[in-house]
């Protein structure tokens, strides 16, 4: 059976050699490599754990970091106010029409703060089955609220197990304002990571596919969605409106064709699940360099002390504007040898364009806009 895996693998590759899994686009034109992420401005001290970040009405910030949810106000956002500490790693966020907080929180669900009443209100299942993955939410203007879920088997710190076990049972989930009467849009997707609403139409993002698709708001039933971008260079992450009709999507690392061809190798793959710590698999990373144990990715290695910045990367950060059609308008970017990795998320502000650096802990400021 093995030699059959092996020949059957073979042929498909040689029949279908410029198909989606074989061929890893270039970054070129609006994707053409920079080092302007490098240029951006820290906000604060680091936030480990640092997942997204959300502008409020007001001009401050909504970050999630960890367990805790904190506040960033005034000039420069130099101000934090702790939210809320959940029991749970705190991941996705946005602002209900309402004025609640909506959290995505790791093993529990999703939780709306209200900041007249002490204790979150929670939605922790949907059509019987827990809401452990959740990882982005988004609220409608009619007030309904949608979450994608990356995966009903494994946690947000475990999306490198769902990676390499090749699954793709992620979920679109759609409630009411008051966390009811929740049920399953779309099944079967490649880890949902990004969620947007814009003008009528619900946009989401799947990392294993390298994929953004929109539909229209679903009214009676689920509409069929639509791929705007396909076969992207690096695993789409969050997906936030810049306020003029456009996006911007950050992208937590780049592919690979070392990672692709361990996604194919599958007796490599289970063994090397099986007997190695996952922070050194074969597998794309929020941030690297800092361990002598984790593999060096082929070329993505230092050359005099430097990691060489054209090398193929083991982390990377990338942070791409889209126009409202989904097409790329612009991005920036931290190469192999950059600092500032791992981009989950980002929002616009009145004082610039504010970015979540997972990979190092860091939240960036960069005052102009990306167009």
Known sequence: MGFLDHLMRDIRSVINRDGEQNAIPPLDGALSPNDRLEACTAIGDPLPGLDDVVAAPDGALFVSAGRRVIKLSGPGFVNRALVFEFAGEAGGLALHPDGRLLVCVAGHGLAAVDPAK??????????????????????????????????????????????????????????????????????????????????????????????????????????????????????????????????????????????????????????????????????????????CLEPMQIGGVKALGIQKPWAPPRSYGLLVHLDGNGEPTSSIHSRAGGRFHGITSACATSQGTVIASRGAGCLLLEPGELR
């Open 118 to 291: 002490p204790d979150p209100h929670w939605l922790r299942n949907c059509d019987g089955r827990p809401l452990a993955g959740l990882l982005s939410v988004a609220a409608a203007p009619d007030g309904r609220i949608f979450a994608v879920e990356g995966s009903f088997a494994r946690t947000p710190a475990e999306w490198r197990h769902d990676l390499m076990e090749k699954r793709h049972n992620g979920r679109l989930i759609v409630c009411g304002a008051a966390l009811d009467s929740a049920t399953t849009l779309l099944g079967d997707l490649h880890y949902p990571y990004g969620l947007a609403i814009e003008s009528g139409q619900l946009w989401f993002t799947e990392s294993w596919a390298h994929r953004v698709s929109r539909m229209p708001l679903p009214r009676n039933g689920s509409a069929a969605p639509q791929t705007v971008l396909r076969n992207l260079p690096g695993y789409p992450a969050r997906l936030q409106g810049d306020g003029r009709g456009g996006f911007y999507l950050a992208l937590f690392a780049r592919r690979t064709h070392l990672i692709e061809f361990v996604l194919k190798e599958d007796d490599f793959r289970n063994e090397m699940i099986a007997s190695m710590p996952p922070d050194h698999w074969v597998a794309p990373a929020y941030s690297g360099g800092a361990d």
